[in-house]
């Protein structure tokens, strides 16, 4: 894998992830100002910034993956989730969580659209801001990226990819799940490091995303995926795997064993 020229580089990558994280938060401050009491319009708003926030950041983590490696890239992934699981609030930038609340009758399924579709909308929109970042050319590492064409993270049949998605995110979010039911010492920290690491296991392969919104804002049609190809992978691996985690989670053995977990 090519290596970067330097630190320089890097730093430059840091300083726009740093930048994203900062006009983010400022935004949600602004959200929250606006409409003080939690809605649906204030909802939808933060989980539009929190999924522009997340994709503008995992654009210039393609950056990094490239020139550095990936486990320079898994350093800046924890240290971003567990920042993000401080101040998304309630946002969770990801539409299977709100199929999840679907099926378990906390939600209705028009606001669940609405939440994806706002989702999307950010992904989307924060594309324009990321090119024109890139179209400061401030690295050599950004150097055309404004232009390139972008190529699938897909490195296995289609099928496959999906099965890697799909348990890789049953997995995340069993682990997310109990670590929020037990609530350990550094939960963040812990859920951030297993979410990691299964990103890890994952990047060769389908690109480890577990998200559809990020990966339709990053991969969708991009040299060597088909739509069809890609709404299998990336929407129905995924998803299943989220609805795989939730019949596991509530199945009286797993039950059990979280609750003698918790006494003891």
Sequence with gaps: MKKAAG???????SGFIVLTCIICFVLRKMVTKIFPSPSLPRLLLQEAIATAELCACCFELIIVADNYGVYTYAIFLFLL?????????????????????????????????LKIWAELAGGFLVYRYVIFLWGLELASTHRRRAVKKCTTDLQVPPLIGAAIECLATCLCRLASKVIGEINPRFASAIDSAIGTMLVVLAFDYSGGYFNPALATALKFGCKGNTTSEHIIVYWIGSCLGSMMSLFIYSHPVVETLIAKVKTD
């Excluded at 630190?7 to 990558?13: A, H, N, R, T």
């Excluded at 099926?103 to 659209?113: C, F, N, P």
């Design 81 to 113: 989730t567990i920042w993000w699981s401080r101040v998304w609030e309630d946002a969770t930038a990801c539409p299977y969580i709100h199929l999840e609340d679907v099926v378990k009758g906390e939600a209705d399924i028009r606001d669940a659209a």
């Design 7 to 13: 630190i320089f580089e890097l730093s430059i990558s």
